[in-house]
């Protein structure tokens, strides 16, 4: 079973009030571990929507999560989840692919190109933030984490809870404390936390390389919210994952912008893109920091992605639109030069035939 390093947890947050995922309240007070008394306050860039909803707006859709109002488990698709054993079986089959996806839900997606192994925004436990505000899973955790025999690389979007999840991080830092943690700008102080020993701190269009991959930090259109640090003084960001001859990009969360011309101009056509799929209701204040399905394929299209593949849905009871609405609309909005394709939770799937 996958587990927590012995020691002191790390408590994410307390009280309703701290539960802050994007979008929502910010924390009164600040860490002096993560920032400095004079932090750099982080921006989007280009043509983007505005934040419109109030403070007020925000309470309500966190007392919304907390208090178990948004759709839970009945609302997600039939089959959603692999089976346990079925989930472990094609895992390690896979090990050897030359491109291979697993999806664990939310973001977080083990990504196997060129004989490397790199995790996105681990969630791996069956709940995020702590004290009676913590939002529990709608699915397993699938397959179980501890069949994960390499890694070489996580790599961090931003610091929201849903995102940047200490406890995930310390369990794979006790296993593999030796692989490679690229965070955004502005980051590196929280990631000290995790216990990881080689941590890289990534501004936009900068890269690293395990072995023969090479990892680029794209631009996103976001903001970060997080108990203990001002509003936006760690950046956000998305990534983009070269090897084997393929590129894969990683959005982790975003909203729409002109700045995805930009990524293509710069980094190139990308052959397949992790989007996000849920989250994006009520679209009156969470269309400045989440695409909806239409959005999210628009963006993948630009990149010149073959496939758009659906992440940020069907997890986590973070908005009101049902999981069943995520994954019908994310399918409608493919088109024929970008297909839209949901996987299962669990579910992994070769790329390099």
Known sequence: MFSLPRGRKHVIAAGAAGLLLTGCVSSPQRDPALTSASPIVYANVGQAHEPTATAFDWALHLVAMSTRHYPRTEALPPDHVVPAREAGRTFLAARNASVALTWFGHSTVLIRVGGRTILTDPVLFDHIGAGPSRLRRLVPV?????????????????????????????????????????????????????????????PWYESTRVGGVKITAVPAIHGVRRPGAAKDTMHWGGYVVEGAGRRLYFSGDTGAGDVFTDIRRRVGRVDYALVPAGAWAPRDFQKAFHVDPDEAIAIARTLGARQAIATHWGTLPLSPEPGTEQKARFLAAGTRSTRAVVMRIGETRILDR
């Open 142 to 202: 699938l397959p179980d984490p501890a069949l994960i025999d390499r890694l070489d690389a996580v790599v961090i979007s931003h610091a929201d809870l849903d995102h940047f999840d200490i406890p995930s991080l310390r369990a794979l830092a006790a296993r593999f404390p030796d692989a490679q943690l690229c965070v955004p700008a502005g980051t590196r102080r929280l990631a000290a936390a995790s216990g990881f020993r080689r941590i890289v701190e990534l």
